[in-house]
């Protein structure tokens, strides 16, 4: 059961609405909870169940190439995704104490390396989320390939209470 947060009038405040979870595409369980930490699973942008744009992160225009600012606000679908996770675990948003870490993949061109301002996006979004309480740890890395040719992939550790 779910219930409604100050934190969920704070995402409608800024315009967005937490998805249904996306259900896994593989063996695996979108979020687990272990002591006082959610730990999510690499999350996709999916929006209603599909992948809105696939590819490697370049700056160069071509096929199968996304570029940097798209990405960007992928990674800020994967982390509003994470947060439905978080949510469907937990309940109440306002149960968050912090946004410990996050994790972003991104598909990466051979040439690119502007991994942690694509990942900003998600970082952004935590923070415009909780506040201060979403400032955390990240890692943004590159890697040549994610799972159905996303370009972007966010996981989270967040802690509650």
Same mark, same amino acid.
């Given at each position: 059961?779910?219930?409604?947060?100050?934190?969920?009038?704070?995402?409608?405040?800024?315009?967005?609405?937490?998805?249904?979870?996306?259900?896994?595409?593989?063996?695996?369980?979108?979020?687990?909870?272990?002591?006082?930490?959610?730990?999510?699973? *690499? !999350?996709?942008?999916? @929006? /209603? $169940? #599909?992948?809105?744009?696939? &590819?490697?992160?370049?700056?160069?225009? +071509?096929?199968?190439?996304?570029?940097?600012?798209?990405?960007?606000?992928?990674?800020?679908?994967?982390?509003?995704?994470?947060?439905?996770?978080?949510?469907?675990?937990?309940?109440?948003?306002?149960?968050?104490?912090?946004?410990?870490?996050?994790?972003?993949?991104?598909?990466?061109?051979?040439?690119?390396? *502007? !991994?942690?301002?694509? @990942? /900003? $996006? #998600?970082?952004?979004?935590? &923070?415009?989320?909780?506040?201060?309480? +979403?400032?955390?740890?990240?890692?943004?890395?590159?890697?040549?390939?994610?799972?159905?040719?996303?370009?972007?992939?966010?996981?989270?550790?967040?802690?509650?209470?």
């Amino acid at each position: 059961m779910t219930t409604s947060s100050s934190l969920d009038d704070r995402i409608a405040e800024l315009g967005l609405t937490l998805p249904e979870v996306a259900a896994p595409v593989a063996a695996y369980a979108p979020a687990v909870v272990s002591g006082k930490y959610v730990y999510t699973a *690499g !999350q996709l942008p999916f @929006i /209603d $169940g #599909a992948l809105p744009a696939t &590819g490697v992160v370049s700056e160069t225009e +071509g096929e199968n190439h996304v570029s940097p600012a798209r990405a960007q606000e992928l990674a800020a679908r994967c982390a509003l995704n994470a947060v439905a996770a978080v949510k469907a675990q937990i309940g109440d948003l306002d149960r968050v104490v912090r946004v410990v870490k996050v994790t972003g993949f991104v598909a990466s061109a051979p040439d690119f390396y *502007g !991994q942690p301002g694509v @990942i /900003d $996006g #998600a970082s952004t979004l935590l &923070g415009d989320i909780f506040g201060e309480a +979403g400032r955390h740890a990240r890692s943004a890395v590159g890697v040549s390939v994610l799972p159905l040719n996303s370009p972007v992939e966010v996981e989270l550790i967040v802690e509650f209470s």
